[in-house]
């Protein structure tokens, strides 16, 4: 066989499945590689971090379509801090909170997002989505004559329990719907309490989910005026986990 020629024992079918392998196993770590741009390093049950094979990669840059920019992966922890332990010993153990106001611990059900700490944006006109009413009444916007205004309604808990009244309530403008009941608390301040965890039962707000004393250890928005979407991941998980958390016999199996 002369020096160079490769078609004696090579043909180009085999040639082309060998480069095949090589472009597949370049794409399957090139792609392993970017999915750890969230959500890395792992942390272990014991607070050890690990990130395993390959790295993450470098942060990149993404221009946000409303302004500003963000990274990933991002210089701060990819999860917020939570207060639990373990149900048992052993790696994997399920998570139990342990502090005294489990809703509030950040475990289970009461688990949250590290989301932007920006409020949402409209799509188009990029105006901020969730507002109180209050804020758009010069655009027209009320509450209808025929539905129930719950404004001035006292709100509260699966106990009967009041915690406070509706000052008022957050409206979305891209659905179009109710997504937030402000609530001045009898003890003083105000939180903003999950429409959908809320039934108007004639001139009463009732929450399920929460005691009446736990409504106002609710977590609170930065601004009186705006929410953002961390503290809406944080606002429902709180009221949301209160249906396995609010008393210890909601915890429990029922066998």
């Known amino acids: 066989m002369e020096r160079g020629a490769l078609t004696g024992y090579m043909d180009v079918a085999q040639m082309t ?31 050890e971090k690990q990130v395993g094979f390959p790295v993450p990669p470098k942060p990149k840059r993404f221009l946000l379509p409303h302004g500003g920019e963000a990274w990933a992966p991002r ?14 010993f052993g790696f ?31 799509t188009v006109s990029h ?26 309604m006292s709100v509260v808990g699966c106990d009967g329990v009041s915690a406070g009244t509706i000052a008022d309530i957050w ?34 707000v009732s929450m399920a989910s929460v005691l009446g004393s736990q409504i106002a250890e609710g977590p609170k928005t930065a601004s009186p005026d705006q929410i953002t979407l961390r503290e809406e991941d944080m606002i429902q998980a709180y009221f949301a986990s209160g249906h396995l958390f609010a008393t210890p016999a909601r915890s429990e199996p029922l066998i």
């Not at 994997?92 to 509030?104: K, S, Y």
Request: charged share 25%; glycine share 10%; no cysteine.
């Open 171 to 204: 409206f979305d403008k891209s659905e179009d719907l109710v997504r937030y009941m402000e609530v001045n608390l009898a003890g003083g301040g105000t939180v903003l309490i999950p429409a959908p965890l809320t039934k108007i039962i004639g001139n009463t």
């Open 92 to 122: 994997g153990a399920p998570l139990v909170p342990a502090t005294a106001n489990p809703m509030a611990s950040g475990v289970g059900p009461a688990a949250y997002a590290l989301r932007a700490d920006k409020p949402d944006m409209v």
């Open 127 to 152: 105006e901020i989505r969730i507002v109180p009413l209050r804020k758009m009444a010069a655009e027209g916007y009320t509450v209808d004559e025929e539905g129930p205004d719950p404004r001035g």
């Open 75 to 88: 210089a701060e922890d990819p999860q917020p801090k939570f207060i639990g332990r373990p149900a048992d």
């Open 17 to 47: 499945l060998y480069a095949f392998w090589l472009f597949f196993a370049g794409l399957v770590y090139y792609l392993r590689k970017e999915d750890k741009r969230e959500g890395y390093p792992l942390i272990t049950e014991t607070g």
